[in-house]
């Protein structure tokens, strides 16, 4: 089973950068997926999470009306697409995948974590 977080990088406040969540050795049609990140010094946070059909959705209030997740089951990829992005959008970022259909917004919540992708954003 792997996940493979992909799409950061270095962008300037009010930017917008796509995150991509793509699976293998499992089949996301059953999992939910979260997004979550981790800025240097401060514990883990939980982003966004969307449930394996994309009927419902979860966004922390600090990325709620900026950031939208989806998934494309047929490629087996989930997103994160980040807009209006702030200094404090800085953070390594992860994806992980719960067996469960469910949206769940803890971290102690997921099975699967993908290795994060840094996403950098200057004032």
């Known amino acids: 089973v792997q996940l493979q977080a992909s799409g950061g990088g270095l962008v300037q406040a009010g930017g917008s950068l796509r995150l991509s969540c793509a699976a293998s050795?499992?089949?996301?049609?059953?999992?939910?997926i979260g997004w979550f990140r981790q800025a240097p010094g401060k514990e883990r946070e939980g982003v966004s999470c969307i449930s394996s059909r994309g009927g419902s959705t979860f966004y922390s209030d600090s990325v709620k009306g900026r950031f939208i997740i989806s998934r494309d089951n047929a490629k087996n990829t989930v997103y994160l697409q980040m807009n209006s992005l702030k200094p404090e959008d800085t953070a390594v970022y992860y994806c992980a995948a719960r067996t469960f259909a469910t949206v769940a917004a803890g971290g102690n919540d997921y099975d699967y974590w993908g290795q994060g992708t840094l996403v950098t954003v200057s004032s």
């Open positions: 050795g499992l089949n996301l049609d059953y999992y939910a």
